[in-house]
């Protein structure tokens, strides 16, 4: 039986091999991106419900922008707070804001999905740049680096929307990784012509692709997905691109309980169910490497079975993996998680394989 065990435990490295090596590899050890700027007409898109603390801090600095053509699309969805009074002076203080009043639709109420399609119609614009009403920029540069990466063929874009730092905490650095590792994810399957998905924080398209589809209407009635699943639609080898540069990153303020966060990854993990079949796949393999490495690791260990030899392949499974990561973590200005690393995968482990059965047996909430 331990001679089972162990030939699966070997299976199971070489899955990790081909994944942090072959694969992650593709963007951690990528050079450093290079773009020439653009002057592609831009349209904003923001999304707020109930947002007014933060529109308040984040929307100047959309406005602030080093971009010589761009307009900003404020889409109020029926906020009860004062969101919309906040819009309203936007769009009176800067030219280039443009407001989009969404009221309560029985048909369509509390689905994010309606309202980011009448700001998408209401854009001027061929290209449009997504973010969240509770990000911002890190740079002016944001714009001119995301629509650098537009070309001829390159309609869509995929950003790194990334979360704050908060000193000493352990959430903090386990919710920035999980973001990081998220994204070293979707960039290196992207690069490797297989992208499946992208985040609305920072996420570009042209407005064709859009309607080529027909917008969000094939998964509507799914409440989440106005990002990963409309990327998992529409994106192919040939008209997806990726960026990078820290210039181009968004940063989004982190949960700051494990209950609130637990939350928000039960509800982006219900939504992969409905990816294509080869994405639910690799993801699905991946994480089941993951966990049946560790499973697999204490029960050889706890039976002292070739511990040398089985000490030795762990001790060279998280040299790949710490260097892949490691590099990655580099570009997207995320190195001191690493630190962690080791204790922030296995509780990442055991805290999905709790939502993945959490999820089966109650659904998540959503748009609020």
């Known amino acids: 039986m331990l001679d089972f065990i162990f030939l699966i435990f070997i299976v199971i ?3 990790q091999l081909f994944y942090y090596l ?3 590899g593709k963007f951690a050890y990528a050079k450093a991106q290079k773009s020439t700027p653009k002057k592609i007409p831009i349209s904003v898109i923001v999304c707020a419900k109930n947002e007014a603390e933060n529109v308040m801090r984040f929307i100047p600095l959309l406005a602030e922008q080093n971009y010589p053509d761009y307009e900003i699309i404020l889409i109020d969805d029926a906020s009860s707070d004062k969101t919309l009074d906040l819009f309203e002076k936007f769009e009176k203080k800067y030219s280039n804001v443009r407001l989009v009043k969404v009221e309560n639709n029985e048909a369509f109420w509390g689905n994010k999905k309606y309202a ?3 700001g998408i119609k209401a854009a001027k614009k061929d290209y449009l740049l997504f973010t969240d009403a509770d990000c911002f920029p890190t740079s002016k540069d944001w714009i001119s680096q995301m629509s650098a990466q537009f070309t001829m063929h390159k309609t869509i874009v995929l950003g790194y929307g990334a979360y704050e730092k908060i000193g000493g905490s352990l959430l903090n650095k386990m919710i920035r990784f999980e973001t990081m590792l998220e994204a070293i994810q979707y960039f290196s399957w992207a690069k490797m012509g297989y992208p499946y998905m992208g985040i609305g924080r920072n996420l570009a398209y042209k407005k ?3 309607y080529n589809v027909n ?3 094939d998964h509507m ?3 989440s997905g106005d990002d990963d699943l409309f990327i998992n639609q529409v994106a192919k080898a040939n008209n997806t691109a990726i960026c990078f540069s820290p210039e181009s990153f968004t940063y989004s303020q982190p949960k700051t309980t494990f209950k609130d966060w637990f939350n928000q990854k039960r509800r982006h993990v219900s939504t992969a169910n409905y990816y294509k079949s080869f994405d639910k796949i690799q993801l699905t393999l991946f994480y089941i490497s993951q966990l049946l490495f560790l499973i697999l690791s204490i029960i050889l260990l706890a039976f002292q079975y070739q511990w040398f030899v089985v000490l030795s392949i762990i001790g060279f499974r998280y040299l790949f993996t710490w260097l892949t990561l490691g590099f990655s973590a580099g ?3 995320e190195k001191d998680v690493m630190y962690w690393f080791p204790v922030i995968e296995i509780v990442l482990i055991f805290t999905q394989l709790n939502i993945f059965i959490r999820n ?5 909430v959503y748009w609020k």
């Open 13 to 15: 490295v070489l899955i």
């Open 360 to 364: 089966i047996f109650s659904k998540p």
């Open 221 to 223: 009635k799914i409440r």
């Open 116 to 118: 980011l399609t009448l």
């Open 208 to 210: 064709e692709e859009f």
């Open 215 to 217: 917008g969000f209407i």
């Open 331 to 333: 570009k997207l200005k």
């Open 22 to 24: 072959f694969v992650f």
